[in-house]
């Protein structure tokens, strides 16, 4: 079962959408130092603010990684954004969700198009002879994903489910504000103070204890 990891900036104000992007590079960072994988569930660049961003992840290790990090994350930063404003902690929320997207009732089987490529970019004979990468589309909305990240095509068939998931869930916030699901409430739950690391100044860097 895939895990899903959630920065957000809850509420908070644009110093917060500023760090989630910062915070989500020096996870990733951490993830590869471990050996795990960390792959976005949206397949953009980053952006320079966001509310929040998730990945998927996985890998040997991975609870005590995940232990190091789910919790509150402050950030200690004199913003440029507002110079004379007094405030310099800034606060986002690090979550793990275990979910498994087959089980969500959003995806019937008869409901997706599924295809599949070679993938491309490196990878040598691997890359040019197999059909890895691949391509969902969700019949009822035509929203399309893909992913190649990966080399295997079941693992890349999991990837994309995820962003499909990620997908439809955007599409049905946006038409059902209201319609608020455990994973999207957590961003509105993000609790300052007790914060389980500390980050200080850009680029950001841990403050030790």
Known sequence: MPTILQISAGQGPAECRVFVPLLAEIIRREAGERGLSCLPLTATSPPKEAGSLRFSVKGEGFDAFRSGWEGTVKWIWQSTLRPRWPRKNWFVKVTFFDFSPEDSGRLAPADLRIETCRASGPGGQHVNTTDTAVRIV????????????????????????????????????????????????????????????????????????
Do not use: C, I
Not at 148 to 161: I, P
């Open 138 to 209: 969700h019949l009822p909305t035509q929203v399309a994903v893909t992913a190649s990240e990966e080399r295997s095509q079941t693992r890349n068939r999991a990837l994309a489910l995820l962003r499909l998931h990620e997908k439809l869930h955007l599409l049905a916030d946006a038409r059902h504000a209201s319609e608020k699901e455990e994973m999207w409430l957590d961003h509105y739950r993000l609790e300052r103070g007790g914060a389980l690391r500390t980050f200080r100044g850009l680029p950001p860097v841990e403050v030790r204890s």
